[in-house]
């Protein structure tokens, strides 16, 4: 643990040799609050997913009033506000590969490039040149970014897969997951850059098309953003 301790001072003397060396208590501080905005973020994230499924799940079951969903809803929305504030900054379009395009600043990347339907692992295949040109994007021009990865699906109810994922919320998670497992062993993109995050089907591209087949093949994709700078 020493060893460990005095490693890290030597990496901020180094990066503060203009300013001088900041004193180990001010550096434990730094630390101490980045670590509590970290977990005020994951805690927010957890809230949003733990609030989706049970409103998903009362809504399916018919066991919310009008007034508590629409209540539901709209502290969902709140949430959502206050996890697009985490956002840094927007991708542009020259970083947008082939059968991508961009949505509010991230990219987009339509299920089925990556997956079978209804499934969470990736297909077989060696490599995915959209997915590794991302990469190459968060490894080189916006390497000082952590990354949110969001999984999204469709409206459609589970079927063939349901004992597998049960709700979409848990497809979309695991989805964004496998990518995630994908930059790091194919790319070594780190796992404490990343944020994994689903909206399940609670985020539909148009509401007016959300029921048709075009809309919910839209609605079926994984989008990257880009977060806050890495301290």
Not at 31 to 53: C, F, M, P, T, W
């Amino acid at each position: 643990m020493r060893k460990l301790v005095v490693r890290g001072l030597a990496v901020v003397c180094a990066v503060s040799l203009l300013s001088g060396c900041v004193s180990y208590g001010e550096y434990s501080k730094l630390k101490g609050e980045l670590e509590l905005s970290q977990q005020a973020n994951r805690q927010l994230i957890d809230q949003y997913n733990r609030l989706l499924v049970k409103t998903n799940r009362q809504a399916a079951d018919g066991t919310i009033s009008e007034a508590e969903h629409k209540a539901a809803l709209a502290q969902l929305e709140d949430l959502r506000a206050q996890l697009q504030k985490q956002q840094g900054a927007s991708f542009s379009s020259e970083d947008v590969p082939e059968g991508a395009k961009i949505e509010e600043g991230g990219i987009s990347l339509g299920s089925n490039l990556l997956f079978n339907s209804g499934m969470a692992s990736l297909k077989k295949a060696t490599h995915f040149p959209a997915l590794d040109s991302i990469a190459g994007s968060l490894k080189g021009k916006y390497a000082g970014y952590n990354i949110i990865i969001e999984g999204h699906t469709d409206n459609e109810p589970l079927n063939k897969t349901k004992k597998l994922y049960e709700y979409n919320l848990k497809l979309g998670f695991e989805r964004a997951t496998n990518v995630f497992k994908y930059l790091n062993l194919k790319h070594g993109i780190p796992e404490g850059r990343v944020t994994i995050f689903s909206f399940g089907m609670a985020k539909p591209l148009d509401l007016a098309t959300q029921n048709t087949k075009a809309g919910r093949r839209d609605n079926r994709r994984v989008v990257f953003r880009l977060g806050q700078q890495v301290q």
